[in-house]
Nanobody, 111 residues
Framework: QVQLVESGGGLVQPGGSLNLSCVVS????????LGWYRQAPGKQRELVAVIIVGDAIKYADSVKGRFTISRHNARNTMYLQMNSLKPEDTAAYYCNKGSLWGQGTLVTVSS
């Protein structure tokens, strides 16, 4: 059974950086359709970025130029490098593919 496990969240000051990881385990897998979502308190879950196919990646307008998806194929791991973080980036970040969700990792941007 395929599982998604996120890590790397934490508390960071505005303008800082974090690198989230999503490790995929438990079965055959390809990165197409694997992405990051986030949910802030009191708000709906929203797309942050997703690997469409190959190197084609879609980013939410709110994170373009600040967040970058990368991956390590041999480690079955996707990363989300988040730079120039803002308080409005505070949320639980989830790894997703189709109906599969990770447990989430919390990112708090605050001084």
């Amino acid at each position: 059974q395929v599982q998604l496990v996120e890590s790397g969240g934490g508390l960071v000051q505005p303008g800082g950086s974090l690198n989230l990881s999503c490790v995929v385990s438990g079965g055959f897998f390809n990165f197409n359709g694997l992405g990051w979502y986030r949910q802030a308190p009191g708000k709906q879950r929203e797309l942050v970025a997703v690997i469409i196919v190959g190197d084609a990646i879609k980013y939410a307008d709110s994170v373009k130029g600040r967040f970058t998806i990368s991956r390590h194929n041999a480690r079955n791991t996707m990363y989300l490098q988040m730079n120039s973080l803002k308080p409005e980036d505070t949320a639980a970040y989830y790894c997703n593919k189709g109906s599969l969700w990770g447990q989430g990792t919390l990112v708090t941007v605050s001084s």
